[in-house]
């Protein structure tokens, strides 16, 4: 340790660094998975990675990582500056997953927390379940004729999970074209926040890429077009009922920041802060449930095994862990084998910097967590790479997992420490519900006789199916 005080962690020369990441022709920048694998096996669990001006620090090692995100308390619990065009699309950086660490990050997100995520809200959101439900169920067996043909699930996922998204951020129940529009929106802010950083240096770069500078001014124009309307009627019109629960708007345009003079926050705060929402809960669930629903197509046992589970529960509200074990099971071995996000949003140093390792990690310095290492370590977790949910029962070396990674980790699909996934409780409600539903009312078949789900892997935003899945849904008779 001592000799590498002051010094930053190995890595490779950067050009180097390009031209194989050029090379791997990753839509995203996000893509670095296969390339840091094999960096770390070369350079050790830390690496730093100098590119376009900013030092980029990967942590691969599960104990390491659980020192400095859960041990060190708050010392990487800040962000990293925010690049364009992520700035644009939240109003700087006032939205949760980007503020820096201190009292406003503090209150927004304390505020999520208390009132869209509170626990009594589940409830409140039942019927918008269902109706999601449903509506999947149907789109399903129309475009599958019954199981006559293989059916796509995740165009239909998607305007299913935004029909309820949109209902708890928003409080609105919108027909089907503005409900398109909006998720198409959503999904080109998404790609645009997480694909390659043209804008790193912007005074240059937005005249260099002035047409695409313009086309994602546009898309935040449209965005607050669409979305100031619906919280201008939320605030005019505060009567909620059992119909019409509170939604997260809602407790965004009662919040003042008492750091800032009590002041409200702006229209732009609150689109920024919906939007986020709507991006953070959308594709991680999405994916998650793809990815299981495909795991259940090639295990046709266990999907049985789900079947009887479920269809033994009088209903599939899922607020008693104990009463669907072999349900929790396959969802946790989905997120430990398939965890939708590759790496966890870059961390930073609060303050002027710190150390990881014995190495020296200087302010401003992005610093990433390789997520998908960590569920499929071979020092942790038997036969890694097979999903076997069983390891999740009584027994098993996964039972009682703590997917908050407290203790230790072993998993952590949504994080760890003070900038874990707010919302993991709900996260693993969706994916539960959407999951057992989607199997109690179906029977899922490989798209042809005999075939088997390709599992390769695409990194997107999330880790999506790089052939996304197709099968054949049969309605349930029994
Ligand atoms: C299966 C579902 C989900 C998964 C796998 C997931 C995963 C994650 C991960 C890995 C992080 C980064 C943690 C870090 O940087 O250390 C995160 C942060 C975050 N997630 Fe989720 N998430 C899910 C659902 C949701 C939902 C439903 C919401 C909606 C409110 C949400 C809102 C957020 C926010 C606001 C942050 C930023 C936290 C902060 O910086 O303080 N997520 N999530």
Redesign the pocket.
């Known amino acids: 340790h001592k000799k590498r005080q002051g010094r930053l962690p190995p890595g490779p020369p950067a050009l180097l660094f390009i031209a194989k990441f050029l090379a791997l022709r990753r839509r995203s920048a996000l893509g670095l998975g296969p390339l840091l694998r094999g960096l770390h096996a070369r350079y050790g669990p830390v690496v730093a990675v100098r590119l376009l001006g900013t030092t980029r620090v990967f942590v691969a090692d599960i104990k390491l990582a659980h020192r400095v995100?859960v041990k060190g308390g708050a010392t990487f619990a800040d962000?990293p500056p925010l690049a364009e065009p992520a700035g644009l699309f939240n109003s700087g950086t006032r939205?949760?997953?980007?503020?820096p660490y201190g009292s406003y990050?503090g209150l927004v997100?304390r505020n999520?927390a208390a009132q869209?995520?509170h626990p009594s809200r589940d409830a409140c959101f039942a019927p918008a379940r269902r109706h999601a439900r449903d509506a999947l169920v149907r789109d399903l067996l129309g475009h599958g004729r019954d199981g006559a043909a293989a059916v796509a699930l995740r165009p239909l996922f998607r305007r299913a999970l935004f029909e309820l998204?949109l209902h708890m951020t928003l409080g609105v129940k919108l027909g089907p074209e503005m409900l398109d529009e909006i998720q198409e929106l959503q999904q080109h802010i998404v790609r645009a926040i997480s694909g390659f950083p043209f804008f790193s240096f912007p005074a240059i770069t937005k005249r260099l890429f002035r047409q695409r500078w313009a086309r994602y001014v546009a898309l935040r124009r449209r965005q607050e077009e669409i979305f100031l309307p619906l919280i201008h009627a939320r605030r005019d019109d505060r009567a909620t009922d059992e119909e019409d629960p509170p939604c997260?708007a809602d407790s965004l345009l009662s919040l003042r920041i008492s750091a800032e003079g009590g002041r409200p926050l702006t229209d732009a705060e609150v689109v920024s802060l919906c939007s986020?929402?709507l991006n953070?809960?959308a594709d991680?669930?999405l994916?998650?449930v793809e990815w299981i629903m495909a795991e259940l197509v090639n295990h046709p046992d266990m999907q049985s095994k789900v079947y009887e589970e479920v269809n033994r529960a009088d209903r599939l509200e899922l607020d008693d862990d104990q009463s669907m074990p072999y349900l929790k099971a396959v969802v946790l071995e989905g997120?430990r084998l398939h965890?939708?996000?590759n790496i966890?949003?870059?961390?930073a140093a609060y303050g002027d910097g710190a150390e990881i390792d014995g190495y020296a990690v200087p302010k401003g310095t992005e610093v990433h967590?390789l997520?998908s290492n960590f569920g499929r370590d071979e020092t942790v977790w038997t036969a890694a790479m097979e999903f076997r949910p069983e390891r999740f029962l009584d027994g098993g070396e996964g039972h009682g997992v703590d997917v908050t990674g407290t203790r230790e980790i072993k998993m952590?699909?949504?994080?760890?420490?003070?900038?874990?996934?707010?919302?993991?409780r709900?996260?693993?409600l969706?994916?539960e519900y959407f999951v057992g539903s989607l199997v109690r009312e179906l029977e899922w078949l490989p798209a042809a006789e005999g075939e088997v789900v390709d599992m390769a892997e695409e990194l997107d935003f999330t880790t999506v199916m790089k052939h996304p899945l197709r099968a054949r849904v049969v309605p349930r008779t029994t």
């Open positions: 995100l962000r939205g949760i997953s980007n503020a990050w997100r999520l869209a995520l998204l997260y986020e929402f953070g809960a991680t669930t994916t998650a997120l965890p939708p996000t966890l949003i870059p961390h967590f997520v952590i699909p949504f994080g760890a420490g003070r900038r874990m996934c707010p919302a993991y709900l996260g693993m969706h994916v």
